[in-house]
């Protein structure tokens, strides 16, 4: 009680606090529009459903892995060494390493994950499969994709997370602000879900450039489990980028129809 009361008075706490929520926040936008495009996948009745069982799941890892701290720095120390190291940069770091640590791993894997979720999706989209009879109606079909893709969401919200936590760790050494910083950043994706939801589900050409940003995420992970330091600000300035076009080329789009009803 103690240590609340004396972070309560620390501005400097209030300012990590802050810094740490606006953080965790940017990083839950990759998870939630994963877990948006899988739940739109689904029949409407499901997909508020599965987009709160997804976000609550990320909570619930995220606090649990909270709980092992030291655990979870202990994923960072390199379990084997291929050997190879790329040239040297300009601050004296080696452009990659191939000393892997679970962290690294983890990353790979997960980035592996989105490439080709990801890649399956605008195959889907592209290509759509044309298929007899409303195999939706079948329950038994209807709970088999509600299982996959909580699944899915599940194996993606342990990389998120696990980057979420290392990414606090890093921030701040005081536990009670880990745990506001990330229960506030979920509430947000909690309260984002649906519309977000909704909003890529009546926008077909927005599912694709959301596929776009989870192939280019998939790659940073990868790059980072390969020792490969990739900016944040130069992959959120380049989405927030394209999302701005998407929506100049959507008020075009809409003044267009207008025009044409008028017609």
Avoid: C
């Avoid at 499901?46 to 997804?54: D, K, L, T």
């Amino acid at each position: 009680m103690n240590e609340l009361l004396h972070l309560a008075t620390d501005p400097g706490a209030w300012a990590a606090l802050v810094t740490l929520v606006t953080m965790e926040i940017v990083l839950g936008i990759d998870n939630l529009v994963f877990i948006s495009i899988l739940s739109n996948r689904l029949p409407p009745e499901h997909r508020q459903r599965v987009r709160r069982i997804g976000i609550s799941l990320a909570l619930i890892m995220r606090l649990a892995l909270l709980s092992t701290i030291a655990f979870i720095v202990g994923l960072t120390a390199p379990v084997f060494n291929l050997g190879i190291v790329g040239p040297l940069g300009s601050h004296g770091e080696p452009a990659f390493e191939t000393a892997f640590s679970w962290r690294d791993l983890i990353l790979i894997a997960g980035g592996l994950f989105l490439i080709w979720k990801a890649t399956k999706e605008i195959h889907h989209t592209v290509d759509p499969k044309h298929e007899s009879g409303d195999v939706l109606d079948k329950t038994g079909v209807v709970i088999s994709n509600v299982g996959a893709a909580i699944f899915q969401i599940i194996l993606l919200d342990l990389v998120f997370s696990i980057d979420s936590i290392l990414t606090a760790v890093g921030m701040t050494d005081h536990l009670p602000i880990m745990v506001i910083a990330v229960i506030a950043a979920v509430t947000v994706m909690l309260l984002a879900a649906d519309p977000l939801g909704n909003f890529i589900n009546a926008n077909p050409t927005v599912v694709m450039l959301a596929l776009g940003f989870l192939l280019m995420i998939g790659t940073v992970l990868i790059a980072e489990g390969f020792g490969v330091h990739v900016p944040k600000g130069y992959i959120y300035t380049a989405m927030a980028f394209s999302a701005g076009v998407e929506g100049l080329n959507m008020l075009s789009r809409r003044a267009s129809e207008r025009k044409h009803k008028k017609e």
